[in-house]
């Protein structure tokens, strides 16, 4: 299979690429009321990823905000909320950008990083509440253009708390 211009401008622009930062601007987990040992909860995750925003001629920021909420099973108010907003900074040779690159880059490289970076930011914040660390799955991510109107899916089927062991 041939590749075309684009692929070829594509990893061009991968092999300029660097990290140049990855801050958190905003993170926040509350435990709440935890339920009673025996109680079923579902935990519902949501994720936004924004830009890439260009910061000047060869970097550009993108912005992921994740929240995941525990509820438990006939309540209205979470017993559990995490919420963490990730800034991720690249540089790159802006010889191989161009908003199409940097949106193909967003869905096919970007968001794996961003994704594992806030999977085990959960993991950790679930762990320092005293919960069971908490992984969350993987989960398709589509572009824009697939117009798909599925919300993730929950993470766990309904749990029930069990006491945990020291």
Do not use: C
């Amino acid at each position: 299979m041939a590749t075309t211009s684009k692929e070829k401008l594509y990893g061009s622009f991968i092999s300029s690429l660097e990290i140049s930062s990855i801050t958190f601007p905003k993170m926040l987990w509350d435990l709440k009321n935890e339920p009673e040992q025996g109680k079923e909860y579902t935990i519902s995750p949501g994720l936004r990823i924004d830009g890439p925003r260009k910061e000047d001629n060869s970097s550009a920021i993108f912005d992921a905000f994740f929240e995941l909420s525990g509820i438990v099973n006939g309540e209205t108010t979470p017993f559990l909320v995490i919420e963490i907003h990730l800034k991720f900074v690249i540089k790159y040779d802006s010889e191989y950008v161009s908003k199409e690159i940097l949106e193909l880059y967003k869905f096919r490289n970007g968001i794996m990083s961003m994704v594992s970076i806030l999977r085990e930011q959960v993991r950790t914040a679930t762990f320092q509440l005293g919960l069971p660390p908490l992984i969350l799955p993987t989960f398709k991510v589509y572009p824009p253009e697939k117009k798909v109107t599925k919300s993730l899916k929950k993470v766990n089927k309904p749990k029930k708390i069990q006491e945990t062991k020291n």
